[in-house]
């Protein structure tokens, strides 16, 4: 079946500028991250989604950054006000359980952003 | 807190042959589990490999095995027969298996390149 999918792969913007990435995840997938990798940080958990409840927003590094997630299935990160420590690739992550459980997760391509 | 620890420069390998890249961790959960992702050039994330702390086998995956030692806190990764699709940056993971919402992510090391040779 289809994996996760991003969208844009990738995004080139303007310091200050508001940027949307989006996130597909795997259907019947109802657990849904968000992740940023960059070269300092490694990978960082930014965002939790179960269903269709409130987020786990513990890991946002800023109130610049907030995301939504539509029917228990695609999901938008909106980052405000880009700013160049931004610039990172953004991984998506779904699973098929929530709470305890060994369910993998399982990533998408990534949308590298680039703020100049 | 969970912590994952990766500290082996760039690692290479002669095809064919296997190699282990190490993986410690710290933490302070009963009940966790280990994995481990390969993240290629083209940038996602492959999921290989799951161990669970309770899990008294070691897990393996065809050409993968993880080399548990619950007591030394290590998980390192085995690849036999390497090849040279092989050739990738390696990410060790763990998550809390009991507590629920966010306390599921995964927690990464940096990584390790494997570099493959023909």
């Known amino acids: 079946g289809a994996g996760v999918s991003q969208s844009p792969s990738n995004k080139v913007t303007e310091k200050g500028k508001d940027v949307e990435l989006r996130c597909d995840p795997i259907?019947?997938?109802?657990?849904l991250y968000w992740y940023r990798q960059s070269l300092g940080q490694g990978l960082e958990f930014l965002i939790y989604?179960?269903?269709?409840?409130?987020p786990d927003k513990s890991g946002l590094p800023s109130d610049r950054f907030s995301a939504e997630r539509t029917g228990g299935s695609v999901s938008t990160l909106t980052i405000q006000r880009t700013q160049q420590e931004d610039s990172a690739v953004y991984l998506c992550?779904?699973?098929?359980?929530w709470g305890g459980g060994t369910y993998e997760q399982y990533f998408g391509p990534g949308t590298r952003l680039t703020v100049t | 807190a969970q912590k994952i620890t990766q500290t082996q420069p760039g690692m290479f390998v002669q095809e064919k042959e296997a190699v282990t890249l190490d993986c410690t961790y710290d933490?302070?959960?009963?009940?966790?589990?280990l994995f481990w992702y390969k993240q290629p050039s083209s940038g996602e994330m492959i999921f290989l490999i799951y161990?669970?702390?309770?899990?008294?086998q070691n897990a393996t995956e065809g050409r993968y095995s993880l080399n548990f030692q619950k007591a030394r806190k290590s998980a390192n990764l085995v690849i036999s027969a390497s090849q040279l699709g092989d050739s990738a940056m390696y990410f060790c993971?763990?998550?809390?298996?009991?507590?629920?919402?966010?306390?599921?992510?995964?927690?990464f090391g940096k990584g390790i390149t494997l570099s493959v040779r023909p």
């Open positions: 993971a763990m998550r809390d298996l009991v507590r629920t919402g966010a306390n599921s992510k995964l927690t």
């Open positions: 161990q669970g702390s309770y899990d008294e």
């Open positions: 989604f179960q269903g269709n409840s409130a």
């Open positions: 933490t302070s959960d009963q009940s966790y589990g």
């Open positions: 992550a779904s699973s098929l359980g």
């Open positions: 259907s019947g997938h109802t657990a």
